[in-house]
C-alpha cells in the first residue's frame, strides 16, 4: 500500500534553526526538499559560515579515515557487529583523536611488515643459492677463517672462470682455491676460497672481471657459506614468528576497534546528513524555511513536537503540492509483515509510482503458487521448507533472507501442487500407493493438460493484469492507455471463446461472439493506439499472446523436475547396492532441489516483472528517505 | 519413422531455441554483470533482461510438445 503524502513547509526564527534541525533529526519521519531543486521559489539558499564549511571538510575527511581503517579490519576479521554505546556520544575531537591513533598504530604495523616480508624473500634467494653451493665446499674450508666467493654462472662461462682461477692464483701466490660444480642443466656452481686477509684484493679483481657474485648482507658477508645459511635460516624462522605476532596484534586490532569504528562512521554520516540539510533550507536576515515531505499521520505528530518545542517561534502547516514536483512526491510503502519481502522484489525492479497500485501484496499471493506449481513435489516441499525455516534463523536481512521468507510460502504451495500431482520425491508416492489428486505430470497423457493449465494461468493472469492498467490508467485520466488495455483484454476473452469452441469446450455458437469480440477488441486497441494503430494494435496483440504463451515455462519447468525425479529413483533402483543406490539417488534428488529453488524462483519473479507489471506498472519514482538518525 | 522424425523435429526444436537462448543470455549476462558490479540498484532490470530470451525455448518447447502431443 503506497502511503499519502503531505508537503510541509517549516518557517522560523533563524536562531532556531541549528534546534530545528536536530529536532527534525530526532522525529526522523520528514524528507528535506533541498530548496536550490524547487523550481520558481523566491526564497534565498542558506549560506554556510565558515566554520561550517570547515566542520564539513573534516567530518568528510573523517569518515574517509574510518572508511580506510574499516576496509583494513574487514580483510582479518568477518563481522558485522556494530558497537553501540548507549552513554553518551563520542564527540568529534575524541573520534578523530581515536582515528588518528588506530591510524598510526596501523602504518606502523604495516610497515613493519612489508619490511619482514620484503627480507624474507631477499632470504629465500640467499638461502636457495646458498644451498645449492654449500653441499659443493670442501670440509677443510668450512671455517670463518676463510673467505669465500660465490657465484652462480651458466655452464659456458666455466672455461672463462677456470682462466679467472688460474690468474686468481697467481695474485694470491697460491692461496686461492676454486670449485665448480654443475647444479642443474645450464647452471654451475662457482666457489672460491681465500685467506680473508685477501679478500679486498680478490673481490676487487672479480669486480674488474664483471663475475657477478652472490653479495650476502654485510652480517653475514664474512662468514663461511653454512654459518651463513644457518643464520640466514634463523633470520627468517624470526621474520616469520615477528610476522605472525604482527597478524595476532592486527586480528586483535581488528576484533577491538571494527564495531566502533563502524558505530563512529554512523555518527560522522548523522552529522553530514545535518550539515547537508542546513544547506538545503532556505534564509532571509531572521527567519529560516524548510520545505519537506511527509506521511500524511505524522503530520499532526510532527505539528505537536514543533510547538511543544519552539511555541510559535518555529511553525510547520501543509502547503499544496506544485504541478511541477507532482512526479517528484517520494513513495512510501506500507505493508504486512508478510508481504514485506516482496515489496524488495517489486523495488529490486522499480519503486512504484505515487499514483499507482503498489503491487506488492499481488506478488506476494502470485509468485509463491508459480513457484508450487513449477516445483510440485510433496518430498521437495518439505525439504525446502526445513531450509527456509532454519536458514532463516540465521540470516535476518538482505536479500537473502526475503528469499527465505518467499520460500516459507513457495515450499507450502509446492506440497500442495505435488499432493495434486502424486509427486512425493518423484515416483515413490505411486510407489508406495499414494496416487494423484488430478494428473501424474511423469505420464505423457498429461502433457497437454498440463499445457493447458500454464496457459490457463497465463491467460487469468495477464488479465488480472490489463484489468488493473485499465484502472490505472482511468486514474490518470489517461483515456489512450485505459482504451488500449480494454482493447487487449476484450480481444484476449474473444480469443479464448474461439479457442473453446475450436477445443468443442464450448458450444459451437460462441464462434460468432469469439470472432465478434476478438474484432471489437482489435479495433479498440488499434483506435487507441492513434494513426499507426492499424499497423501497431495486432503486433501488441501478438507480442500479448507471446506473454501468455510464456506462462508455458510453468509446465515446462515442472516436467524437468519431474524427470530428473524420476532419473533419480530408476537410477537408484538399478545399482545392486542398497546403499549405493540409496547414495546415488539422494545426490541427484539434492541437485534437483537446488535446481528447485533457484530456477522457479528467477522464473516466477521474471513472470512477475516481465508478463504481469508490463500491463498496469510503470514505477521509477523515488522513494521516500526521511531525514533519520542513523545513531539513536 | 514417421513418429521417429517427429521426435527428431521435437528434439530440435528445443536444441536450438535452447542453443539461440543459452546466446542471448551469455551476452546478455556477461553485460549484465559488469554492470551491477557498477550499479548494485539495476539488479532487478538484470534479471528482467537474461531472463527474456528465455521465451525463446519456451516456445521452442511449445513447439516441440504440439508435435508429440499431436
Sequence with gaps: ?632 | MEQAIIAVAAAFSIGITAMATSMAQRAIGSAGVGALAEKPELVGSIIILVAIPETLVILGFAVAAIMLIG
Excluded at chain 1, 128 to 154: C, Q, Y
Excluded at chain 1, 558 to 578: D, H, K, Q, W, Y
Design chain 1, 1 to 632: 500500500m503506497i502511503i499519502e503524502m503531505s508537503r510541509v513547509e517549516i518557517i522560523g526564527l533563524k536562531i532556531f534553526l541549528d534546534k530545528t534541525i536536530q529536532t527534525l533529526h530526532d522525529f526522523g519521519k520528514i524528507q528535506v526538499d533541498d530548496i536550490r531543486d524547487i523550481p520558481d521559489l523566491m526564497i534565498q539558499p542558506f549560506s554556510p559560515s565558515e566554520k561550517m564549511k570547515r566542520e564539513r571538510e573534516e567530518t568528510d575527511l573523517r569518515i574517509a579515515n574510518i572508511n580506510g581503517l574499516i576496509d583494513t579490519f574487514s580483510k582479518t576479521v568477518k563481522t558485522k557487529k556494530i558497537e553501540e554505546f548507549h552513554g553518551e556520544k563520542l564527540g568529534s575531537y575524541q573520534i578523530t583523536e581515536n582515528v588518528a591513533d588506530i591510524t598510526n598504530q596501523i602504518q606502523y604495523l604495516n610497515n613493519r611488515k612489508k619490511t619482514l616480508q620484503d627480507e624474507l624473500i631477499t632470504f629465500s634467494k640467499y638461502m636457495e643459492m646458498l644451498k645449492i653451493i654449500t653441499p659443493f665446499i670442501p670440509e677443510d674450508t668450512k671455517n670463518s677463517g676463510n673467505a669465500t666467493i660465490r657465484a652462480l654462472i651458466h655452464s659456458s662461462q666455466t672455461a672463462t672462470m677456470t682462466l679467472l682461477a688460474n690468474q686468481l692464483k697467481l695474485l694470491t701466490n697460491g692461496k686461492f682455491e676454486m670449485i665448480t660444480a654443475k647444479v642443474g642443466d645450464e647452471t654451475s656452481a662457482v666457489i672460491g676460497i681465500f685467506p680473508l686477509e685477501l679478500v679486498a684484493q680478490v673481490e676487487g679483481f672479480m669486480k674488474d672481471e664483471k663475475v657477478t657474485q652472490l653479495i650476502l648482507p654485510e652480517e653475514y658477508a664474512y662468514l663461511s657459506t653454512e654459518e651463513a645459511l644457518i643464520h640466514i635460516e634463523d633470520k627468517a624462522q624470526m621474520n616469520h614468528e615477528e610476522l605472525d605476532q604482527i597478524e595476532d596484534r592486527m586480528k586483535r586490532m581488528a576484533e577491538e576497534w571494527l564495531p566502533k569504528l563502524r558505530f563512529w562512521l554512523l555518527i560522522c554520516k548523522d552529522r553530514i546528513d545535518e550539515l547537508e540539510t542546513f544547506q538545503k533550507s532556505g534564509e532571509t536576515d531572521y527567519t529560516f524555511t524548510i520545505f519537506g515531505w511527509i506521511p500524511n499521520e505524522d503530520y499532526k505528530n510532527l505539528e505537536e513536537i514543533l510547538s511543544s518545542k519552539f511555541s510559535n517561534k518555529v511553525s510547520v502547516r501543509k502547503i499544496d503540492i506544485p504541478k511541477q514536483l507532482r512526479g517528484k512526491i517520494p513513495v512510501k510503502t506500507k505493508n504486512i509483515n508478510m508481504v514485506e519481502p516482496y515489496e524488495h522484489f517489486v523495488k529490486m525492479r522499480a519503486t512504484p509510482n505515487y499514483s499507482d497500485i503498489d503491487p506488492s501484496f499481488l506478488v506476494a499471493i502470485f509468485m509463491p503458487i508459480f513457484f508450487g506449481m513449477m516445483a510440485g513435489d510433496v518430498g521437495y516441499g518439505l525439504v525446502m521448507l526445513l531450509i527456509a525455516l532454519f536458514a532463516g534463523k540465521k540470516v535476518k536481512e538482505g536479500l537473502l533472507s526475503d528469499i527465505l521468507k518467499f520460500l516459507k510460502f513457495g515450499a507450502i504451495w509446492t506440497m500442495f501442487f505435488g499432493v495434486l500431482f502424486g509427486e512425493y520425491f518423484g515416483s515413490l508416492g505411486e510407489m508406495v500407493g499414494i496416487p494423484p489428486i488430478w494428473i501424474s505430470r511423469s505420464e505423457s497423457t498429461s502433457i497437454f493438460p498440463l499445457l493447458i493449465m500454464a496457459v490457463s494461468v497465463g491467460v487469468g493472469h495477464i488479465l488480472f493484469g490489463l484489468l488493473l492498467g485499465a484502472w490505472n490508467a482511468f486514474l490518470h485520466k489517461s483515456r489512450n492507455h485505459m482504451f488500449e488495455r480494454i482493447g487487449l483484454f476484450i480481444g484476449v476473452v474473444g480469443l479464448m471463446f474461439l479457442v473453446g469452441t475450436m477445443t468443442k469446450s464450448l458450444p459451437g455458437g460462441f464462434k460468432i461472439v469469439g470472432w465478434v469480440t476478438l474484432a471489437v477488441g482489435l479495433v479498440t486497441l488499434s483506435v487507441s493506439l492513434g494513426v499507426s494503430g492499424i499497423f501497431l494494435g495486432p503486433i501488441e496483440f501478438v507480442g500479448l499472446l507471446g506473454s501468455i504463451l510464456s506462462y508455458l515455462r510453468i509446465a515446462a519447468l515442472g516436467l524437468a523436475s519431474v524427470f530428473l525425479a524420476e532419473v533419480a529413483n530408476e537410477l537408484g533402483g538399478t545399482i545392486p547396492s542398497l546403499i549405493l543406490g540409496l547414495l546415488i539417488a539422494v545426490l541427484i534428488h539434492v541437485l534437483n532441489i537446488a535446481m528447485g529453488i533457484l530456477s522457479p524462483t528467477i522464473q516466477s519473479l521474471r513472470l512477475q516483472y516481465v508478463e504481469f507489471f508490463r500491463r498496469f506498472f510503470q514505477g521509477g519514482q523515488s522513494p521516500f528517505t526521511p531525514f533519520k538518525r542513523r545513531v539513536k
